[in-house]
């Protein structure tokens, strides 16, 4: 049995959870992203390493100290995004560089010259273990779908109260049972389960009584990581949502495994998750970016343009400093911005960024979507 | 039509080559003007916010040649390695659309240069785009790799990249070359993107100050391909991008051979892929306890304190070697 653990990012740890719970493996949760995580990545990864990169870092640092974990798993990547690096910097740093002693195994697709089906094999080898091969794929599917269902379940409960907490003055009450609710599908083990506290907190959330009006709707666009970690983005949907703004967010776990795992399955797997294509997004960022530029570039231009079609009110555009995919899309939201006549406010967060700071911004960019509105009245 | 190439990131390497193939089809070129002031001023204007230095002047130089031209010839390029996923970073991808922002008018088809047929097929492509038969396509491409090579081959030499196009488009021999001429003197690596250490404004003439003092460079653009890519076996996964790879290669390579004193990484700040390749090479300079020195350089570097870093690095460097002239 293995003890494993993976840098947190938002709620992902739940599914990570159920598929290594199936598998018999014990999953060590990561602890939550406190200021002290962030100094610990900051003072070891490469002065210029993205924020995503220093957080995770020092998540794993802090996992790594408390002596209860001896297995790291991360993705590995094929570019062009710099992500797909990090785990020969995880392991070149923490075991060259701090001499921590663990087993770290890194998933890169079967993709020349970055990997090869051998070593996905030895990985699956390593994963069997002393199971039967029957046994194995049994658990593996049951602990995906589970993963899956879970995750899905939590992420709808999220997009609702992103929209909820900004019709109520009162939010800690939606809070309350949001985080009620993930503990219990966290430590639920069957899908029908899942299912029906997801419906009960849905319904409960849903039985609070609006007391406010005139609410903005405002899409997001931008980093995975940045987006779904709220303490990496100093908790910027939050303070949204407090000044009444319903917001709608673009990129989710499972939509990234969507279009960045499932394609490259194999054949039959391929067609039993359901791949849909990539289509709307090609789409929808012509004609201002017309080429894949890695991370989610391309999408927050696409999804930019969308949220335009739909009626929003405008886009937060949240980054880490010089990431490199969403430098390129910044450069072309003035773009878009331009030639739609709709506002876009870009946010880009490191260890550096402040609350006040934000907090004007913020408000600035919520004063002009106002004006717009009256204007428009 | 009168087509404008942009300098600024890589296609510092491919100038040559595609104003010979675009001149050779009956058009005329014009290449930006190596980095001045008030095109540096022009890209940190309209650039965007964040980017390195080298995505601000490609955008500078591009702004430069808006109205000079009728077209901008913005290749995206793709592809410069023989694996075909081993790409470029994503603001040569994302070029173009960027020139667009702000250039109605800009020719872009994507560009795929790692092997022959590839880069065949993109020059082709170039070709239907311009209404001309593919066997004349044919003649411009091979009048183009030759001159190129030859560019390359003077660069290996030593020469500076503008000097050595300058030559082989049919000027006088530069005065100014890279070459050793004693060899008593100790050398010093300088790696770094070929559109950072071979743009005088922005490095601030580091190779010629180099030279100056009394020093023997060695670039990654003076190095065998072969023997970059044989060092990149110490990594165990390449990375993604072909120009941070032949860096790395290099400056493995260099490493550890006895004879290098020193070395020079050049970065631009905020660069992307520099927060890798600068941590790599640190490690491996560990290893080898090679002295290394990391320039990190932007708009507002200055040159005085660069001087003042560079002295107390070649004044290490030579005491190092035992001769020291303090």
Redesign the interface.
């Known amino acids: 049995m293995r003890r494993i653990t993976l840098p947190r990012m938002g709620y992902s740890y739940i599914g990570f959870r159920a598929v290594f719970d199936a598998l018999g493996h014990e999953f060590v949760e990561p602890p939550p992203i406190t200021k002290r995580t962030i100094d610990l990545g900051v003072k070891y990864a490469?002065?210029?390493?993205?924020f995503p990169f220093k957080i995770t870092l020092g998540s794993l640092i802090e996992a790594l100290s408390t002596g209860k974990v001896d297995t790291i798993i991360t993705a590995?990547g094929?570019?062009?995004?710099?992500y797909?690096?990090y785990g020969?910097?995880y392991e070149?740093i923490l075991k060259?560089?701090l001499g921590f002693d663990f087993d770290f195994i890194l998933l890169?697709p079967p993709?020349?010259?970055?990997?090869n089906m051998k070593k996905v094999w030895d990985i699956v080898l390593k994963w069997k273990g002393e199971l039967s091969w029957r046994e194995f794929i049994l658990r593996l599917t049951k602990g995906f779908k589970l993963a899956w269902r879970k995750l899905k379940k939590v992420e709808d409960l999220e997009a609702l109260i992103l929209k909820k907490r900004a019709w109520v003055k009162d939010i800690s009450k939606v809070e309350d049972l949001f985080n009620e609710a993930i503990r219990k599908i966290n430590l639920s083990m069957d899908l029908d389960e899942v299912d029906a506290i997801y419906k009960e907190a849905k319904d409960s959330i849903e039985a609070i009584p609006d007391d406010r009006g005139d609410v903005l709707k405002v899409g997001i666009v931008g980093e995975i990581y940045t987006i779904l970690e709220p303490f990496s983005n100093l908790n910027t949907e939050r303070l949204l949502n407090e000044r009444g703004v319903e917001i709608e967010r673009s990129v989710w776990t499972t939509e990234f495994i969507e279009y960045n795992v499932f394609p490259g399955l194999p054949f039959p797997l391929k067609q039993m998750v359901g791949w849909k294509g990539k289509d709307d997004i090609v789409k929808y960022s012509k004609?201002?970016?017309?080429?894949?530029?890695?991370?989610h570039?391309r999408e927050s231009v696409a999804h930019t343009v969308m949220f335009k079609e739909r009626g929003f009110d405008g886009v937060v555009h949240i980054l880490p400093?010089?990431?490199?995919?969403e430098?390129?899309?910044?450069?072309?939201l003035?773009?878009v911005g331009r030639e739609l006549d709709f506002p876009i406010l870009?946010l880009?967060f490191d260890e550096f960024t402040g609350e006040a700071g934000l907090i004007t911004r913020i408000e600035a960019f919520i004063d002009l979507l106002r004006m717009r509105r009256r204007m428009a009245a | 039509m009168k087509f404008g190439i942009p300098r600024g990131l890589y296609y510092e390497p491919l100038l040559t080559e595609w104003k010979v193939f675009l001149e050779d089809l009956g058009h005329s070129v014009e290449i930006s003007p190596p980095t001045n002031k008030l095109i540096l001023d022009e890209g940190v204007k309209e650039g965007v916010n964040e980017a390195c230095i080298s995505l601000k002047l490609s955008i500078g130089h591009a702004m430069y040649l808006k109205d000079r031209v009728d077209c901008i010839f913005a290749p995206r390029l793709m592809n410069m390695d023989k694996y075909k996923r081993i790409t470029l970073c994503p603001k040569f991808r994302g070029l173009p659309d960027l020139f667009r922002v702000f250039i109605p008018n800009v020719l872009s088809l994507n560009a795929y240069l790692g092997s022959f047929e590839r880069r065949l097929s993109f020059y082709s492509k170039v070709g239907r785009e311009l209404r001309v038969g593919f066997l004349r396509v044919l003649r411009a491409y091979r009048r183009a790799r030759l001159a190129s090579k030859k560019v390359k081959e003077l660069q290996r030499d030593g020469f500076l990249p503008d000097e050595a196009r300058a030559w082989v488009l049919g000027g006088s021999e530069p005065s100014f070359t890279l070459k050793r001429k004693d060899e008593a003197l100790p050398i010093i690596a300088v790696v770094g993107y070929p559109y950072i250490i071979y743009d005088d404004y922005v490095s601030h003439s580091l190779l010629k100050k180099l030279v100056n003092m009394g020093f023997n460079v060695v670039t990654p653009e003076m190095m065998d391909d072969k023997e970059i890519e044989e060092a990149l076996r110490y990594l165990w996964k390449p990375l993604f991008w072909s120009q941070s790879n032949k860096v790395v290669g290099a400056a493995f390579k260099l490493l550890r051979k006895p004879e290098i004193d020193g070395m020079i990484h050049v970065s631009s700040f905020s660069c992307g892929t520099d927060a890798w390749v600068g941590s790599l090479i640190e490690l491996e300079a560990k290893k080898f306890e090679k002295p290394l020195m990391r320039i990190v350089v932007d708009e507002h570097t200055a040159e005085a304190g660069l001087v003042t870093r560079l002295e107390a690095f070649t004044d290490l460097v030579r005491w190092r070697k035992g001769r020291a002239v303090i």
């Open positions: 490469p002065e210029f390493a993205c590995g094929i570019g062009p995004c710099r797909g690096f020969v910097m070149k060259e560089e890169d993709i020349k010259p970055y990997g004609p201002f970016l017309n080429e894949f530029v890695g991370g570039g400093f010089s990431c490199m995919p430098v390129v899309a910044r450069g072309i003035e773009r870009s880009s």
